[in-house]
């Protein structure tokens, strides 16, 4: 894969809207100020792409648009990381302006950058695997640099540092707590701090002897199947299979399969009919492990493990739940196709390689 520069103080970081023009709301003014100032404070330079603050009806409207911005930021050499304003439903619609632009391909291969969000956000890091690139599954402008709360939720920081530099490859624990879902997003809301538990189950293994060991590749449960059976766009299928954006199920050998699902927190009646349609694709006999991230607000939680382990139907393929990543708040980030190692029964993931590049100027 290739990796992207960790970034310096004085970088500037682009953000995109690639799905949701929720960001560029008037309802959301507080947040563009709120995260705009945080970033600001770690030393970086927020730059909002053209198109990123025109507002939901213009976003959606308009793929091509946020499809633009993200080959701006690429081709643009002060730019040196890329963050998504939030996630949505209908980033499909990007693909096809990204992969027939030449150029845009050849700037993502000769100038990467580090690139991180999650939910919908799923289909654009498959497709920067398909070219190659590193990209991370991890926090959004608007979820975790605009929270209204007093800061930055601590676990999430940390984790997000990591693309400055600041113990990049340290293991990946659970937190010690985790934290409710806002109800109000409001001016009114600044500064209130949101509900947190203490964490009483960390990692839950599920299944599996012995370590797992491979390169991580999956994203957000929903996202995935939309793009198996079109569930809410009927071109999306179609969009799919012409850009190859599920990877055929050999490139799943041997991977560590990380799934999470989204805030809709689906029934687990369809949970189960959503993990069945991705069994269908073969994926989890080539794989060495899963990994299921925490459900949000931990509504059933106990349910999907159950599911899981039923539908996979494999007492031998480690499943490892209840991971800091996706929806749930905290989060951490997961670097698509980093070979990382969770020891039999372990409680935190090790990577295994370097995942950016110390050497190379992205410039």
């Not at 269908?280 to 931990?298: H, M, T, Y």
Request: proline share 6%; hydrophobic share 40%; net charge negative.
């Amino acid at each position: 894969m290739i990796k992207p520069k960790v970034w310096q103080k004085g970088d500037k970081i682009a953000i995109v809207s690639l799905s949701s023009g929720l960001l560029g709301e008037a309802f959301c003014q507080h947040n563009v100020e709120i995260g705009a100032k945080r970033l600001k404070e770690m030393g970086l330079i927020p730059v909002f792409m053209p198109h990123s603050l025109k507002g939901m009806a213009f976003v959606k409207n308009h793929p091509e648009k946020r499809a633009t911005d993200l080959k701006a930021a690429f081709l643009d050499p002060t730019i040196k990381g890329i963050l998504c304003a939030v996630g949505g439903e209908d980033a499909f619609l990007t693909i096809p302006y990204l992969l027939e632009d030449p150029e845009f391909i050849a700037a993502v291969k000769n100038s990467p950058k580090i690139f991180s969000g999650f939910s919908d956000t799923t289909v654009n890091h498959l497709l920067f695997y398909q070219l190659g690139l590193m990209t991370y599954y991890g926090p959004t402008f608007l979820t975790d640099l605009a929270d209204i709360g007093p800061e930055m939720l601590p676990y999430t920081k940390k984790n997000f540092q990591r693309f400055l530099g600041i113990e990049p490859e340290q293991a990946i624990r659970a937190s010690a707590c985790w934290y409710e879902e806002r109800q109000d997003f409001s001016i009114a809301a600044i500064g209130e701090k949101r509900i947190a538990h203490e964490e009483h189950n960390g990692f839950q293994w599920l299944q599996g002897e012995g370590a797992i060991e491979g390169e991580l590749l999956g994203g957000c449960l929903e996202s995935l199947v939309d793009l198996l059976i079109s569930a809410r766009f009927p071109e999306e299928k179609v969009i799919a299979e012409k850009y190859q954006l599920f990877p055929p199920d050999t490139q799943w050998q041997g991977k560590v399969i990380f799934l999470e699902t989204s805030e809709e927190k689906p029934h687990p009646s369809a949970f189960k009919k959503m993990l069945r349609k991705l069994k269908e694709s073969g994926i989890f006999k080539r794989a060495n492990g899963v990994l299921f991230g925490k459900p949000q607000d931990e509504v059933f939680a106990k349910e999907y493990d159950q599911i899981l382990v039923e539908v996979i139907a494999n007492p031998a393929l480690p499943i490892v739940s209840n991971i800091n990543f996706g929806h749930a708040y905290p989060r951490t980030i997961l670097p698509y196709g980093a070979k990382i190692e969770i020891k039999e029964n372990g409680t935190a993931i090790h990577f295994k390689e370097e995942i950016f590049d110390y050497l190379k100027s992205t410039d």
